[in-house]
T-cell receptor
Framework: NAGVTQTPKFQVLKTGQSMTLQCAQDMNHEYMSWYRQDPGMGLRLIHYSVGAGITDQGEVPNGYNVSRSTTEDFPLRLLSAAPSQTSVYFC????????????FGQGTRLTVV | AQKITQTQPGMFVQEKEAVTLDCTYDTSDQSYGLFWYKQPSSGEMIFLIYQGSYDEQNATEGRYSLNFQKARKSANLVISASQLGDSAMYFCAMRGMDSSYKLIFGSGTRLLVRP
């Protein structure tokens, strides 16, 4: 059971570089989302998608882009990395709704130097 | 605005004892869901338990139970018979009627189980 798969697990970027964090799920979930986790702040929503072709901004979207061309994949792109984007990134998927459990990927630890 | 507050940054518990992790929430939504996640040192987020705002009974999942007091807006997690493997970070989270279905997380409680 793969669940939600995130790659890479670790990444170091230089300021100004761009990269894409990959996320794939095999549970046929319509809803996918990206969070970042910073010390002492819990997780905050970056972008989300309620289905293929539909994306929207979350709480902290600046500096990130997403697209959803298939149900399975939801990549997160950092356009021009900044030290403030040093964080742990989690991808999550679920069925849409208030009472549905979110399944998380293993996380990507990103350091921007 | 929705908010989750976890006031215990860190807690200790003796192995085999029960422990309560506090969570209070603020929302104007009539319908919402409350979740607890565990994050061990390896970093993954593990779903533990869910409570719906209209559920009349407290949720239970094995050694985990959720003490839901709607009038007080609290959703405390109770872990019975603590084990060494319960040492982890615990997050309380909420999903409301927002069309983004976003999870609002608290800042977490780090639990350390002593042998």
């Amino acid at each position: 059971n793969a669940g939600v798969t995130q790659t890479p697990k670790f990444q170091v970027l230089k300021t100004g570089q761009s990269m894409t964090l990959q996320c794939a799920q095999d549970m046929n979930h319509e809803y996918m989302s990206w969070y970042r986790q910073d010390p002492g702040m819990g997780l905050r929503l970056i972008h989300y998608s309620v289905g293929a072709g539909i994306t929207d901004q979350g709480e902290v979207p600046n500096g990130y882009n997403v697209s959803r061309s298939t149900t399975e994949d939801f990549p997160l792109r950092l356009l021009s990395a900044a030290p403030s984007q040093t964080s742990v990134y989690f991808c999550a998927s679920s069925y849409p709704g208030q009472n549905t459990e979110a399944f998380f990927g293993q996380g990507t630890r990103l350091t921007v130097v | 605005a929705q908010k989750i507050t976890q006031t215990q940054p860190g807690m200790f518990v003796q192995e085999k004892e029960a422990v309560t992790l506090d969570c209070t929430y603020d929302t104007s939504d009539q319908s919402y869901g409350l979740f607890w996640y565990k994050q061990p040192s390896s970093g993954e987020m593990i779903f533990l338990i869910y409570q719906g705002s209209y559920d009349e009974q407290n949720a239970t999942e094995g050694r985990y139970s959720l003490n839901f007091q709607k009038a007080r807006k609290s959703a405390n997690l109770v872990i019975s018979a603590s084990q060494l493997g319960d040492s982890a970070m615990y997050f309380c989270a909420m999903r409301g009627m927002d069309s983004s279905y976003k999870l609002i997380f608290g800042s977490g409680t780090r639990l350390l189980v002593r042998p």
